[in-house]
């Protein structure tokens, strides 16, 4: 089980959990119908994320990013159409996400799925973005 301890995150991976999360070359490639830019990766009945989830990330003290609130707590990291690798740990884009302050706008070409329904979802292409599901304290 991979871990990392971070200023404001600490991941804990799920591959020895037997929950790990794909690579970019081993997941589904991305349809019109289950992840688009629009939808934030998910299918046209709004179910959730086709892939295992990345792992568990704990936001250690209240965040906002893109001005959505990310209360401390646990997060579970699922991609869509990018690996985790990309997601999680020190110098994943989740980290590089809660380290911008609270009126930073997201480095290029990232934005929020600020109509997605569900948890908050991140892209930077069709297809191609995680979201972050709140879990637990």
Same mark, same amino acid.
């Given at each position: 089980m991979r871990s990392w301890t971070l200023k404001m995150l600490v991941?804990?991976?799920l591959a020895g959990a037997g929950m790990g999360c794909s690579s970019s070359s081993e997941q589904p490639a991305a349809s019109a119908d289950s992840a688009t830019a629009t939808d934030g990766g998910v299918d046209g009945n709004g179910a959730g994320p086709q892939t295992p989830p990345c792992g568990l990330a704990a936001?250690?003290?209240?965040e906002v990013i893109a001005g959505v609130q990310f209360s401390k707590g646990q997060?579970?990291?699922?991609t869509f159409g990018m690996a985790c690798d990309e997601v999680m740990g020190e110098s994943g884009i989740f980290n590089q996400f809660l380290q911008l302050g609270d009126n930073e706008p997201l480095p290029a070409p990232w934005s929020h799925l600020s109509?997605? %329904? /569900?948890?908050?979802k991140f892209v930077k292409?069709?297809?191609?973005?995680?979201?972050?599901?709140? %879990? /637990?304290?």
């Open positions: 991941v804990v991976g936001v250690e003290t209240n997060y579970q990291i699922n109509n997605a %329904v /569900g948890a908050p292409g069709p297809g191609i973005g995680f979201r972050a599901e709140r %879990v /637990g304290d």
